[in-house]
């Protein structure tokens, strides 16, 4: 073979590899709402910057024909900064992987030399049935356990783009952060598989859709429409994420003051302590332009876990919601803030805590969850965190729920509490009912005793007798509250000489 029919073959080949599947796979793939493979990674990484790898891969029909490998593999930059991207294209074998595919992004590796983060974008069936049924098939794509034994250097983002079996599942749940397209499924088998093995008859919403991941498993952590509303969320969550454990996310300038007062949160903050209000409307008053990415919002909804920026640093935001069980946190919300903190602490995110809890949602259902464990289990992750933690009291902080939200036995490094903050082991009214029930019933005029008691333990629930010993820094203006957790970080960050933490939670099992 000459120079020339030598350049000749390797264009032949290259264009094989950039093919995807028929005219006619690809109708379909686009009837059912989704861009294609190449459009999906083109509208993720910035313009002209995708470098793909393994492009001379090729699978062999039957009759000999030569034909792209169902995975695209390759580097890219998202703002600037280059990120590791491994694809599945559904339109060939339903983006499912064979043996000869498995350098080319079946399983990739979770511990990446490179330093460079990794996504994700799944739509496969998983393996290749026909390529891996027999002895060394199966030996030879089973999931790789150094996936597992190494901890996270770099941020992994998994996208489930389509249906979803096996392989992109697994890399989903040991990734960072999941998106997922409304209308995908994501599960260990297909509906079909489970017809013939257990007689069980289910469609894939019925089995991983969205809404089942969104409200009951918590395993994904945002929604998208479309996909490229989910390229969009991607971008989004790279931009709170360094691109190692080694650094700080990047710092993005703003012109939001640092010391901006906010005369609305005393409006969004009830007089009466057993009214509830929207803590979004708290956390969007006090980040940089009110902007901050929510993870995981429909699920624990008890609890607010979110990515944000204060004063153009990145911090992650734990928050009580009242309008969910009046802020009690039951099983969901601890297993949910036993995920977000390693995620932060892992990635040199200082945490900010929210507080407004009447205690934790107790119970038979609750205690048939094993809510002890599940309460120590994210007290353990809060104790082993070691990036900056702070601690604002916006309103009720009874009981131990105030520890499990970094309260002064577990690390804060800054603990304040509002003006209108009420601190006790329990509410005033049941305080009293409680401690003296016996005086009040055997009163002559028992209403006006109790309601002289629950005075009596309003006074001591105030911020002032803890600020007065020490155990609160500070009691705070609710208007000042954006520039006492300014001030705080900056504190911190010269103190420290940066957010970098330990990395005690960065083999902490995603989802534990």
């Known amino acids: 073979m000459d120079k020339q029919e030598a350049l000749d073959e390797l264009k032949r080949r290259q264009d094989i590899g950039r093919q995807m599947g028929d005219p006619a796979r690809i109708a379909r793939h686009r009837q059912r709402g989704h861009i294609t493979v190449r459009e999906r990674i083109e509208k993720l990484v910035d313009p002209g910057t995708f470098w793909e790898e393994g492009l001379l891969q090729q699978l062999r029909a039957p009759d000999g024909q030569e034909l792209p490998t169902s995975k695209v593999s390759g580097y890219g930059k998202v703002d600037g900064r280059t990120v ?11 983006g499912t992987g064979s043996v000869r595919g498995r350098q080319k992004g079946l399983y990739p590796e979770l511990t990446q030399e490179q ?99 969104a409200e009951i498993t ?8 479309d ?77 607010i876990t979110c990515l944000a920026r204060m004063n153009g640093r990145v911090v992650g935001i734990i928050a009580s919601q009242t309008m969910h069980n009046a802020g009690a946190a039951g099983p969901d919300e601890c297993e949910k803030a036993a995920t977000f903190i390693p995620l932060c602490d892992t990635y040199n995110i200082p945490l900010v805590h929210l507080c407004d809890t009447p205690g934790f949602l107790v119970g038979r259902p609750a205690e048939r969850r094993k809510i002890p464990l599940k309460i120590m289990t994210w007290m353990a992750a809060l104790s082993l965190a070691s990036v900056p933690k702070i601690t604002v009291i916006v309103r009720k902080a009874y009981g131990m729920a105030i520890s499990n939200m970094c309260g002064s036995n577990c690390g804060a490094d800054f603990l304040a509490a509002m003006t209108t903050a009420e601190i006790s082991f329990m509410s005033p009214e049941s305080a009293a009912n409680v401690a003296f029930r016996d005086r009040i019933d055997e009163s002559e005029d028992p209403e006006a005793e109790r309601q002289k008691y629950i005075r009596e333990m309003e006074l001591g629930s105030a911020p002032w007798a803890a600020a007065s010993v020490g155990l609160l820094e500070d009691v705070i203006d609710p208007c000042d509250t954006r520039k006492y957790i300014i001030d705080c970080l900056e504190i911190m960050h010269s103190r420290r000489n940066g957010f970098m933490s330990l990395k005690q939670l960065q083999s902490w099992p995603p989802g534990f």
């Open 84 to 94: 590791i991207i491994r694809a599945d294209d559904s339109t060939i074998l339903a």
């Open 218 to 225: 918590g395993q994904v952590d945002a929604f998208a429409e």
């Open 115 to 213: 330093n460079f983060p990794v996504i994700r974008l799944g739509e496969s069936g998983g393996v290749h049935m026909q390529s891996v049924q027999g002895s060394i098939g199966v030996l030879a794509v089973t999931y790789p356990a150094r996936n597992l034994l190494h901890p996270r250097r770099t941020p992994h983002i998994t996208a489930i783009m389509g249906y979803c079996f096996g392989d992109p599942s697994w890399t989903a749940t040991m990734s960072d952060l999941v998106v997922m397209v409304k209308g995908t499924c994501m599960a260990v088998s297909g509906p079909r598989v489970l017809e013939v093995a257990l007689e069980e008859r289910t469609t894939p919403e019925e089995l991983g859709g969205w809404q089942v991941h």
């Open 227 to 303: 996909d490229e509303h989910a390229m969009q969320i991607i971008r989004e969550m790279l931009s709170y994420l360094p691109q190692t454990c080694d650094e700080e996310p990047p710092v993005v300038p703003t012109n939001d003051p640092p010391g901006r007062r906010s005369e609305r949160l005393l409006q969004v903050i009830p007089e009466k302590s057993n009214r509830v209000y929207d803590m979004h409307q708290i956390i969007k008053e006090i980040v940089d332009d009110g902007k901050f990415l929510e993870l995981k919002p429909y699920y624990a909804k008890a609890l």
